[in-house]
């Protein structure tokens, strides 16, 4: 293991140092950053097994929660920009996103609110108000009137602000257009509506996956953990909260599937998807 962490970083270095990205102190950093935690840890083994051994439950969702923050949170923004180019998108703006989106080397932010106005010669003025992702992404989705607009948030005139937000895995920016251009194969028309009815959809999806995630947690906790010389998921209380999980989820399942369907007309996908996101 101890091996594997630093060949794997030194074959990273050589290859991309070749174009200047990656330095030597770079790379030994990083490997004394991975090193000590895992020496520390298989000394203390001895020490925190046992505690280890009585605490099983919890601890994947310790384990889990630093991650969460890396990966769900550019994960929901990029699929709404997959779905939302492949249905809408022009040829031009496909070919140029759809490809690094789907192989994860395109960061990509969603933003529903704001209130931007186009003028006559294809410029965007105004708030885009709150942007999931901005902060991380490279390529912003953001609503002009009944359209949506593709920028790069390398582009001229556009301004993205990180914002504090109650939930700290959700990175939200505020972002500002001042003469930010927009060409036409970037202005997907009248895509407004179908981007707001994908949020809900995919926002409905993840939360009933969570509250699944949760509850079946939940579940085996309540196996494990005792009390009074008896598992608590055996006390009357405990089960009442489990069950009433258990249809709170499969309720908020039956939703998003709903809203997933392909065969509703406009005004039932509509009606779908914001009951699912509610």
Known sequence: ??????????????????????????????????????????????????????????????????????????FLPAVLAAALLADRGSDVACDAFLPPLAD??????????????????GKLHGSAGLVLGAELASLLLICVGDDVALLESDQSGLTVEAQKN??????????RCDDVEVSDSN????????????????????????????????????????QFGRPIGTFGPVKHHCANMLVATEQATAGAWGAARADLDSEQAALAAATACC
């Open 1 to 74: 293991n101890l091996i594997g962490i630093a060949l794997t970083l030194l074959l990273v270095a050589t290859v991309m140092g070749t174009a200047g990205h990656v330095s030597g102190d770079a790379v030994w950093e990083t490997v004394f950053q991975l090193l000590v935690p895992f020496v520390v840890g298989h000394l203390s083994l001895p020490l925190t097994a046992r505690f280890v051994q009585r605490h099983k439950a919890p601890l994947p969702i310790v384990a889990l929660g630093p991650t969460l923050p890396v990966v769900y949170t550019p």
């Open 104 to 121: 994860g080397s395109l960061v990509a932010a969603v933003g529903l609110g704001g209130d931007l106005e186009l003028n006559a010669v």
């Open 166 to 175: 109650i939930d700290p895995s959700r990175r939200v920016c505020a972002v």
């Open 187 to 226: 202005l997907l028309r009248g895509a407004r509506k179908a981007l707001e009815q994908l949020s809900w959809t995919l926002a409905a999806a993840e939360a009933a996956g969570g509250a699944r995630a949760c509850t079946e947690m939940a579940a085996e906790y309540a196996k494990e953990r005792r």
